[in-house]
């Protein structure tokens, strides 16, 4: 991640890639021209990596020259496009490819058409390295397209906020600011967590997502989900991750807006975590604390067997099962204490006491974050 001026911004679209599109505009271009000397217009500032690389990439002869418009204010377009510097020689019968850095608003296109308007090229086509089509107001053709991307801000290779990050041989993405606090409630079967999660989302205002939960209401509701899961959960295994992470990965779109999550019974494997991470990444987020109830696991089959008799949960029914359950957790899932140890993200809480004792225990981790 990189600061500038004010704002964060990520590692967006590496330069590896920049070049890879440099190479292929420049050979469609060099195709579609044929045998005419093309001449390459520049949009100034923005453009002067990709015109530089472009040109070094083009197979034929060709003239280059720029011309100097502004239209950015920090990171908002603005309607209103300045001519700096306008065009400095006659294009008459001339094939003209304007270069762009990017087409967002498309307020400079805009001005490229109106200079245009009365230079009787004999074509003028539009190529740009980026194209973001959500911010696209206007209906002037795109000739040649790089890379498609969505409508975030975006710095590097010519791109700059207020000044700073044209030199970045890379593209960063700014980051959001919208702070969250996302908690792993982790241990094994039994130990709390979801009643432990139920007075910390009040006390701290987080979305409590339970995987077991969201299956045991596919499961009642007969879903093909529900459906899908109930055989393994009925054994006390543990359902196929790629059906775990798509569900979990759709309950969390639908709390857009949450101030945070608790992810309770989530992750359960490495493959899992290594999902949670991607998508707190796409959110510009991350996982704040792995937070363990440790409990025993004679306790913990006490008190499983003890709920099984008013929960209706098959899988608290019988010993076996709960035993199963309690396997599962130590081969697959107590690895994830060293997942979340190596980032310092670990934090064991006992989990035997009363209940608010414990949950004051939990929430001075919370606190300390
Ligand atoms: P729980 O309510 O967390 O004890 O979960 C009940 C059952 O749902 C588990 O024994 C698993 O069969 C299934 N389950 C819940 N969360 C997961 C997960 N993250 N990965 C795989 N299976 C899960």
């Known amino acids: 991640m990189i600061k500038l001026h004010d704002k964060f911004f990520k590692p967006f679209i590496p330069a590896k890639q920049i070049d890879e599109v440099m190479q292929r505009l420049a050979t469609e271009i060099a195709n579609d021209v044929g045998d005419e000397i093309p001449i390459f217009i520049g949009i100034l500032n923005g453009s002067f990596m990709v015109v530089s690389d472009f040109v070094k990439k083009y197979p034929k002869p060709c003239e280059v020259t720029f011309i100097k418009l502004a239209s950015y204010e920090g990171v908002k377009s603005t309607e209103d496009i300045q001519r700096l510097i306008g ?44 194209y973001k089509p959500e911010a696209y107001k206007k209906d002037f053709k795109l000739h040649y397209v790089g890379i498609e991307i969505p ?95 798509d569900m979990l990965n759709a309950e969390v779109e639908k709390n857009a ?29 991350q996982i704040n604390a792995m937070i363990a109830l440790e409990v025993d696991d004679e306790i913990l089959v006490e008190r499983l067997l003890g709920r099984g008799k008013t929960s209706g949960r098959a899988d608290d029914a019988n010993e076996s099962i709960i035993r199963n359950r309690i396997t599962e957790y130590y081969n697959k899932t107590a690895i994830l204490k060293e997942y979340y140890s190596a980032q310092d993200k670990y934090f064991g809480v006992d989990g035997v006491g009363s209940i608010e004792d414990i949950t004051e225990r939990l929430s001075a981790v919370i606190d300390s974050l």
């Open 87 to 130: 065009l400095t020689q006659d294009l008459t019968g001339r094939t003209v490819v304007i270069l762009e850095d990017i087409i967002d608003t498309g307020n400079t296109l805009a001005e490229v058409h109106r200079i245009f308007k009365n230079e009787n090229v004999k074509s003028l086509k539009i190529a740009t390295l980026f």
């Open 151 to 245: 409508n975030k801000f975006i710095v590097g290779y010519g791109l700059d906020y207020d000044g700073l990050g044209r030199n970045l041989p890379e593209v960063y993405q700014i980051k959001q600011t919208q702070h969250m606090t996302n908690l792993v409630l982790f241990g094994p079967p039994g130990a709390g967590k979801g009643t432990q999660a139920e007075f910390l989302k009040e006390k701290y205002n987080l979305v409590h997502i339970s995987t077991g939960d969201v299956f045991r209401f596919n499961i009642k509701n007969e879903t093909a989900l529900g459906m899908l899961a109930k055989s393994f959960i009925d054994k006390g295994e543990l359902v196929p991750d790629q059906v775990t992470i």
């Open 257 to 285: 807006g949450a101030n945070g999550f608790i992810f309770d019974g989530f992750p359960r494997t490495n493959a899992q975590a290594e999902a949670l991470e991607k998508l707190m990444d796409s959110k510009d987020s």
